[in-house]
C-alpha cells in the first residue's frame, strides 16, 4: 500500500494528453512539501522527470509539465509520443522523515 | 559527468547478510545526501532509507520494513555509500538502486542497480 495515491493505468493516443494525478495526505503534501516525478522506461532505472512541483531538469521536453495544489499534484504530457510509454512515479517527503512513492502508473501509448 | 555504480547484489539465503556498494563519481560525494531504493520484481518503487551529508550530521532514516535491520553508511574520502542488509527475507528480494538526493529531497540520478535474491 503506497502512501501517495496515483492510478494504476492512463492511455492515449500519439499526439493526445494525458494527466497522472498523485493524491497524498496532510502529513506530505498537504504539509507543503514538493512532488517530484520519474520516469522508468522498461528495463532501465528511473529517471528524474519533473523536481519541485513543475520544474523540469535539462534534457526533458516541454511536453511534460507537474503541478501541485493542496495535497494533490498532477503530471500532464502533452503530444504523446511512442517513447512515452513507461512507468511514472510520483514522490514526496513525509513529516515522518521518510520518501514516499506512488504505486506507479503505467502509461500506455495507443 | 555524474555516475553512481551499484555493486554487492547476488544469491543470498534468508536470514543472512549482504553488503551492496555504491561508487559515485563526477561530483563532491560528501556535500550530497545518498539514498536507498528498491524494486521488487513486477512492483513499485519503495524507499528503504537515506543518508544525510556530513555538514547536516551524517545521520540516517529508514523504512519502517527495513528499520532495525538495515544499515546505511558512507565513507566521504572513497565516495562510497554502503548498504549493510542483516537478517534478510525473501520479500527483501528486489533490485536495489542507489541515487544522489537533492536538497529538495528528490534523487538526480540513479544508479543501473544491482539485484538482491534473497532464497534458500
Known amino acids: 500500500q503506497s502512501v501517495l495515491t496515483q492510478p494504476p493505468s492512463v492511455s492515449g493516443a500519439p499526439g493526445q494528453r494525458v494527466t497522472i494525478s498523485c493524491t497524498g495526505s496532510?502529513?506530505?503534501?498537504?504539509?507543503?512539501?514538493?512532488v517530484h516525478w520519474y520516469q522508468q522506461l522498461p528495463g532501465t532505472a528511473p529517471k528524474l522527470l519533473i523536481y519541485?512541483?513543475?520544474n523540469r531538469p535539462s534534457g526533458v521536453p516541454d511536453r511534460f509539465s507537474g503541478s501541485k495544489s493542496g495535497t494533490s499534484a498532477s503530471l500532464a504530457i502533452t503530444g504523446l509520443q511512442a517513447e512515452d510509454e513507461a512507468d511514472y512515479y510520483c514522490?514526496?517527503?513525509?513529516?515522518?522523515?521518510?520518501?514516499?512513492f506512488g504505486g506507479g502508473t503505467k502509461l500506455t501509448v495507443l | 559527468e555524474v555516475q553512481l555504480v551499484e555493486s554487492g547484489g547476488g544469491l543470498v539465503q534468508p536470514g543472512r547478510s549482504l553488503r551492496l556498494s555504491c561508487t559515485a563519481s563526477?561530483?563532491?560525494?560528501?556535500?550530497?545526501?545518498m539514498s536507498w531504493f528498491r524494486q521488487a520484481p513486477g512492483k513499485g518503487l519503495e524507499w528503504v532509507g537515506f543518508i544525510r551529508s556530513k555538514a547536516y550530521g551524517g545521520t540516517t532514516e529508514y523504512a519502517a520494513s527495513v528499520k532495525g535491520r538495515f544499515t546505511i553508511s558512507r565513507d566521504d574520502s572513497k565516495s562510497i555509500a554502503y548498504l549493510q542488509m542483516n537478517s534478510l527475507k525473501t520479500e527483501d528480494t528486489a533490485v536495489y538502486y542507489c541515487t544522489r538526493v537533492d536538497g529538495g529531497w528528490y534523487s538526480d540520478y540513479w544508479g543501473q542497480g544491482t539485484l538482491v535474491t534473497v532464497s534458500s
Open positions: 496532510s502529513s506530505n503534501i498537504g504539509a507543503g512539501y514538493d
Open positions: 519541485g512541483n513543475s
Open positions: 514522490q514526496s517527503y513525509d513529516s515522518s522523515l521518510s520518501l514516499v
Open positions: 563526477g561530483f563532491t560525494f560528501g556535500d550530497y545526501a
